[in-house]
T-cell receptor
Framework: GDSVTQMEGPVTLSEEAFLTINCTYTATGYPSLFWYVQYPGEGLQLLLKATKADDKGSNKGFEATYRKETTSFHLEKGSVQVSDSAVYFCALGVYGNNRLAFGKGNQVVVIP | GAGVSQTPSNKVTEKGKYVELRCDPISGHTALYWYRQSLGQGPEFLIYFQGTGAADDSGLPNDRFFAVRPEGSVSTLKIQRTERGDSAVYLC???????????FGEGSRLTVL
C-alpha cells in the first residue's frame, strides 16, 4: 500500500549547520507530499507541501522537492536555528488525497 | 475557537473502562479526522468524517473503537473495554475543501493502567 519511509533516528546538529531529512515514498497514484512539524508542546502543523512531480515546497527556510524518479521528498534547510528543534513528519496523500499517511518522524535537536 | 480543540488533554483510566475523547474542529471545516500516535511512531489514521457521516473508518483497529459526529461539527471518539495497548496520543484534525491543509489539535493523551 501507499506508505512513507523516513530515515532512522534523531538528528542532532549545531546552530547554522545544514539539515537534511530523507523521505521516500511508495504510491500507486500521484499523491501530494507534505512535511509536518511538531514543536514541543504543540500540535502538528503543516510546514510545506508539493502537489506534483518537480514541484518545490518551501517555508521558513525549509525546502523539499517532489522527485518522482527517485520517489523522494527530502527536507533541507541551509542554516538551522535552535528554534527549529522539533519532530518532523513526512506524509503523502492517499485515496485521492482524502487522508494522509505519515512516516515515523525524526526528532531534530539543534544545539547552540 | 481559532484552532482545533481536543478534550481532555490527558486521561488516565483503568483497563476495561470506557473512555470518550472529544474534538471541536475549526468552524466551517467539513472534514474531520482521528489519528492515533504511539510513542516513537507517526500518526496512524483511524477514521475520517465528511459532514456527519464516516466516509472512511477503515483505520479503526477493532469494534471497541467507535466515533460519531452527529451534527457535522464536534466529534467524539469512544473506546470501550480499554486495554493497555490503547495507550497513545489521539489526534484530531480538520480541513476544508478537497485538498486543503489538515489542521491538528494538540491531542488527547490516553493512558490505560
Amino acid at each position: 500500500g501507499d506508505s512513507v519511509t523516513q530515515m532512522e533516528g534523531p538528528v542532532t546538529l549545531s546552530e547554522e549547520a545544514f539539515l537534511t531529512i530523507n523521505c521516500t515514498y511508495t504510491a500507486t497514484g500521484y499523491p501530494s507530499l507534505f512535511w509536518y512539524v511538531q514543536y514541543p508542546g504543540e500540535g502538528l502543523q503543516l510546514l510545506l507541501k508539493a502537489t506534483k512531480a518537480d514541484d518545490k515546497g518551501s517555508n521558513k527556510g525549509f525546502e523539499a522537492t517532489y522527485r518522482k524518479e527517485t520517489t523522494s521528498f527530502h527536507l533541507e534547510k541551509g542554516s538551522v536555528q535552535v528554534s527549529d528543534s522539533a519532530v518532523y513528519f513526512c506524509a503523502l496523500g492517499v485515496y485521492g488525497n482524502n487522508r494522509l499517511a505519515f512516516g515515523k518522524g525524526n526528532q531534530v535537536v539543534v544545539i547552540p | 475557537g481559532a484552532g482545533v480543540s481536543q478534550t481532555p488533554s490527558n486521561k488516565v483510566t483503568e483497563k476495561g473502562k470506557y473512555v470518550e475523547l472529544r474534538c471541536d474542529p475549526i468552524s466551517g471545516h467539513t472534514a474531520l479526522y482521528w489519528y492515533r500516535q504511539s510513542l516513537g511512531q507517526g500518526p496512524e489514521f483511524l477514521i475520517y468524517f465528511q459532514g456527519t457521516g464516516a466516509a472512511d473508518d477503515s483505520g479503526l483497529p477493532n469494534d471497541r473503537f467507535f466515533a460519531v459526529r452527529p451534527e457535522g461539527s464536534v466529534s467524539t471518539l469512544k473506546i470501550q473495554r480499554t486495554e493497555r495497548g490503547d495507550s497513545a496520543v489521539y489526534l484530531c484534525a480538520s480541513r476544508t475543501g478537497d485538498t486543503g491543509e489538515l489542521f491538528f489539535g494538540e491531542g488527547s493523551r490516553l493512558t490505560v493502567l
